[in-house]
Antibody
Framework: QVQLVQSGAEVKKPGASVKVSCRASEYTFTAYHMHWVRQAPGQGLEWMGW????????NYAERFQGRVTMTRDTSISTAYMELNRLRSDDTAVYFC???????????????????WGQGTLVTVSS | QSALTQPPAVSGSPGQSVTISCTGT?????????VSWYQQPPGTAPKLLIYEVSNRPSGVPDRFSGSKSDNTASLTISGLQAEDEADYYCFSYTSSDTYVFGTGTKVTVL
């Protein structure tokens, strides 16, 4: 059974950076794209981008371009999402989610998510 | 990329059917059958309900069904049950090679 386990809650000051991890298990980490989604308190879901764990290729939502960096460490089957220059409106729960399209070509998207991490609360407050 | 439009809330009595609409544009919902739906009870991670407009993953009850017409996708819950109370989100791939969620709908079982 696919498992995605995320790092714990974080409290950061405005202007700081946060790096959230997502450790994958029970499947071949490099064969499936990993996405990041966030949800501000009482608000809806927002797509942030994806990383191809095989190549390291990324695709970010335009509103996060220049502020977000998605990376991975294949030796420990872990994906990371780092958000810089934090603002109070970045306070949210951040989720990783797996696209179930298997492959290594970079074109193996199925365009939906079959597994999600438990979420990581990031609080930005002075 | 603007969020797909969903009604903020729908409600129904146990056993009734409810339908949630998800309106996008010809650049997202209207262009691809890459629409999925997620159920999110309070305080939990979303769960996949429907993928590729109308396909159900194993384990999802057949009370949940999806469809699409032009730029609008729909999720129908037939035979509403108390456990269906949750927030529901649609999700679509876009022609800009990005993705967009719906605004979310709260389902209340009366």
């Amino acid at each position: 059974q696919v498992q995605l386990v995320q790092s714990g809650a974080e409290v950061k000051k405005p202007g700081a950076s946060v790096k959230v991890s997502c450790r994958a298990s029970e499947y071949t980490f490099t064969a499936y794209h990993m996405h990041w989604v966030r949800q501000a308190p009482g608000q809806g879901l927002e797509w942030m981008g994806w990383i191809n764990p095989n190549s390291g290729g990324v695709n970010y939502a335009e509103r996060f371009q220049g502020r977000v960096t998605m990376t991975r460490d294949t030796s420990i089957s872990t994906a990371y999402m780092e958000l810089n220059r934090l603002r109070s409106d970045d306070t949210a729960v951040y989720f990783c989610a797996r696209d179930p399209g298997r492959g290594y070509s970079g074109y193996n998207h199925l365009y939906y998510f079959d597994s999600w991490g438990q979420g990581t609360l990031v609080t930005v407050s002075s | 990329q603007s969020a797909l439009t969903q009604p903020p809330a729908v409600s129904g009595s146990p056993g009734q059917s409810v339908t949630i609409s998800c309106t996008g544009t010809s650049s997202d919902v209207g262009s691809y059958n890459r629409v999925s739906w997620y159920q999110q009870p309070p305080g939990t991670a979303p769960k996949l309900l429907i993928y590729e407009v109308s396909n159900r993953p194993s384990g999802v009850p057949d009370r949940f069904s999806g469809s699409k017409s032009d730029n609008t996708a729909s999720l129908t819950i037939s035979g509403l049950q108390a456990e269906d109370e949750a927030d529901y989100y649609c999700f679509s791939y876009t022609s800009s090679d990005t993705y967009v969620f719906g605004t979310g709908t709260k389902v209340t079982v009366l």
